[in-house]
């Protein structure tokens, strides 16, 4: 079948999707948890050196081999050589699998966000956090006892809600993903600079940002720490799926693809690294109010 002529309507649309794909869980928790771990600030130098040798090379054979061939990942690595065209069915596969289970936490999100407006009955203890998510959301049981294959139905709701808008945003293509990054992507930026800015307001913010920032040099003789940030960045820029094979094929046959590799790659990395502070800022919080809650205790036992 041939590939349908069907463009995006400018290359910001492009770079638009590509960044879209490419955030997700991988930029808001793993990069920060990953840099902690891997020497605070220090982490980004290896980072950096994987995004420009790694990361953005891959994505330019990536836009290349999507733009040239006009076709999807299965079909795309067919023409590159036929034995190939089964590793392309598996990164759709791979696509498919994540978005099965993403779709189930945006039904969670959806609970959520009902619940939020009904005086968030979770709490704010850490013990009873987790058993609301149990017990309510899931409503779980032990493996075995009566209602432990039984349908949630307000997750179900949730996850048909999140399905009906996946497909209101995929049914026509790149003509309606177009349409739908200019929300789905500068809404959740919009987000995550409120997030930040209501996080360094916090008490403790200071502590959480110094942890997440503070380099650990020493930790840059260990190979496993430049393991983890060609890792991550694998993880991050979406590199494996075949999705940005699918997106570039729908680009003009003369669009740039170094500069839209560039954009995507830095944006994406720009993304996570102001992930951190959204995170660490609220861990830092955390860390205060758990020691203000335990001198209170200790406090009382006196």
């Given at each position: 079948?041939?590939?349908?002529e069907?463009h995006?309507?400018?290359r910001?649309?492009?770079?638009m999707?590509?960044?879209?794909?490419?955030?997700?869980?991988?930029?808001i928790?793993r990069?920060?948890?990953?840099?902690?771990?891997?020497g605070?600030?220090?982490?980004?130098?290896?980072?950096i050196?994987?995004?420009f040798?790694?990361?953005?090379?891959?994505?330019?054979?990536?836009?290349?081999?999507?733009?040239?061939?006009?076709?999807?990942?299965p079909?795309?690595?067919?023409v590159?050589n036929?034995?190939?065209?089964?590793?392309?069915?598996?990164?759709?596969?791979?696509?498919?699998?994540?978005?099965?289970?993403?779709a189930v936490?945006?039904?969670?999100?959806?609970?959520?966000?009902?619940?939020?407006?009904?005086?968030?009955?979770?709490g704010?203890?850490?013990?009873?956090?987790?058993?609301?998510?149990?017990?309510?959301?899931?409503?779980?049981?032990p493996l075995?006892?009566e209602g432990s294959?039984s349908?949630?139905?307000?997750?179900?709701?949730?996850?048909?809600?999140?399905?009906?808008?996946?497909?209101?945003c995929?049914?026509?293509?790149?003509?309606t993903v177009?349409?739908?990054?200019?929300?789905?992507?500068?809404l959740?930026?919009?987000?995550?600079?409120?997030?930040?800015?209501?996080?360094?307001?916090?008490e403790?913010?200071?502590?959480?940002?110094?942890?997440?920032l503070?380099?650990?040099?020493?930790?840059?003789?260990?190979?496993?720490v430049?393991?983890?940030?060609?890792?991550?960045?694998?993880?991050?820029?979406?590199?494996?799926f075949g999705?940005?094979?699918?997106?570039?094929?729908?680009?003009?046959?003369?669009?740039d693809?170094?500069?839209?590799?560039?954009m995507?790659?830095?944006?994406?990395?720009?993304?996570?690294?102001?992930c951190?502070?959204?995170?660490?800022?609220?861990?830092g919080?955390?860390?205060?109010?758990?020691?203000?809650q335990?001198?209170?205790?200790?406090?009382a036992?006196?």
């Open positions: 079948m041939a590939h349908t069907t995006w309507t400018s910001t649309e492009f770079i999707a590509a960044v879209g794909s490419a955030i997700g869980l991988g930029n928790w990069f920060p948890y990953v840099c902690y771990k891997s605070g600030g220090a982490f980004l130098i290896p980072f050196v994987a995004l040798v790694a990361g953005i090379p891959l994505l330019i054979m990536k836009f290349t081999i999507g733009q040239s061939t006009r076709a999807g990942a079909k795309a690595l067919g590159l036929a034995n190939w065209k089964w590793l392309g069915w598996m990164a759709v596969l791979t696509s498919f699998g994540i978005a099965a289970y993403y936490v945006m039904g969670w999100s959806f609970n959520y966000l009902w619940y939020s407006f009904t005086g968030m009955p979770w704010t203890e850490s013990d009873k956090i987790g058993a609301f998510f149990m017990d309510t959301v899931l409503k779980s049981a075995g006892s294959l349908i949630v139905w307000p997750v179900m709701i949730g996850l048909f809600l999140t399905w009906v808008a996946i497909y209101f995929i049914f026509k293509g790149v003509k177009g349409k739908a990054v200019w929300i789905t992507v500068p959740p930026a919009l987000i995550l600079v409120v997030l930040i800015i209501r996080g360094l307001t916090l403790g913010a200071t502590t959480g940002l110094l942890t997440y503070t380099p650990d040099f020493a930790a840059l003789k260990d190979p496993s430049w393991l983890a940030a060609v890792g991550q960045v694998f993880y991050s820029l979406s590199l494996g999705i940005m094979i699918a997106y570039s094929s729908h680009n003009p046959k003369t669009a693809i170094n500069n839209s590799a560039f995507t790659g830095i944006w994406d990395s720009l993304f996570a690294y102001l951190g502070f959204a995170v660490f800022s609220v861990l919080f955390l860390a205060h109010a758990l020691d203000e335990n001198g209170h205790q200790q406090d036992h006196a």
